[in-house]
């Protein structure tokens, strides 16, 4: 399965709505950096609003690609994390502490506009 | 309410199978969002130990009742090699696997109740258990 990667401006939009396997996160990360790289996005977001588990692996492989994507020069932000979904992250002691994180999607573009312009 | 089921784990997705069907089991014994999400992670992290090291195994869940207390209780079982420091691998940021070490002892918080038993060469037995508030 792959997740559709959609071009916006110079942003790349991301909305997750299956529930997530390994290897359809890997294949996401992969996917996610070419795009960055051919279409030379500078701005990147994932929205997470219909995610309803991240467990450890998935945790890893998302702060991997922000950091990766950094690497690259591409700001990402993970918007719409649910209620649930942070408690449980905080219990699994899980931070994500160095990623950039927004209330929706709307959110996050501004966010992502904000860090772009500075 | 007492039955049993089991998802073998073998493949990857049967790592999806298993928190899939636990967090059904979870909504059908009345657990609210919150619990639902914190045992299907649970599920997720104890799903993956075994497709990682022991290759195959299975998860079973069980509907249980204690005094006035209901429950689900989640035993992940395999027949591999068995973990050789079990104190090392109940600390927070220990991986083999390059995975950031948050598994069992993440499952630990997430869950009421936490045993695991451990032989080299025998496999793993992990029972958890979380009570309905």
């Known amino acids: 399965m792959r997740i559709p990667i959609l071009k916006l401006h110079n942003y790349l939009l991301i909305s997750i709505q299956i529930d997530l396997d390994d290897q359809t996160a890997i294949q996401f990360q992969e996917d996610l950096l070419s795009k960055i790289h051919e279409s030379g996005a500078t701005g990147v977001v994932i929205d997470l609003t219909s995610v309803d588990i991240i467990d450890s692996f998935i945790a890893k492989v998302l702060g991997d690609v922000v950091t990766m994507s950094d690497l690259m020069g591409a700001k990402v932000v993970l918007t719409g994390i649910q209620p649930a979904v942070a408690m449980t992250l905080i219990d699994l002691g899980i931070h994500l502490q160095d990623v950039p994180t927004a209330l929706d999607l709307e959110q996050g573009l501004i966010k992502l506009r904000q860090e772009l312009e500075e | ?133």
């Open chain 2, 1 to 133: 309410m007492d039955f049993q089921s089991c998802v073998n784990i073998k493949k990857e997705w049967d790592i999806v199978g298993a928190r899939q069907l636990g967090r059904d089991i979870a909504k059908k014994i009345g657990f609210g969002t919150v619990d639902q999400a914190r045992i299907a992670t649970a599920i997720s992290e104890l799903a993956r130990n075994i497709y990682l090291y022991a290759g195959d195994g299975k998860v079973c869940f069980e509907a249980i009742e204690d005094m006035n207390k209901r429950g689900l209780s989640i035993i992940a079982i395999d027949d591999g090699p068995g973990i050789e420091e079990l104190s090392q691998v109940m600390e927070d940021g220990f991986s083999t696997s390059g995975g950031l070490g948050a598994g069992l002892p993440g499952v630990k918080r997430l869950m009421d109740e936490f045993d695991i038993v451990s032989e080299q060469g025998q496999g793993t037995e992990i029972k958890v258990v979380k009570w309905l508030r």
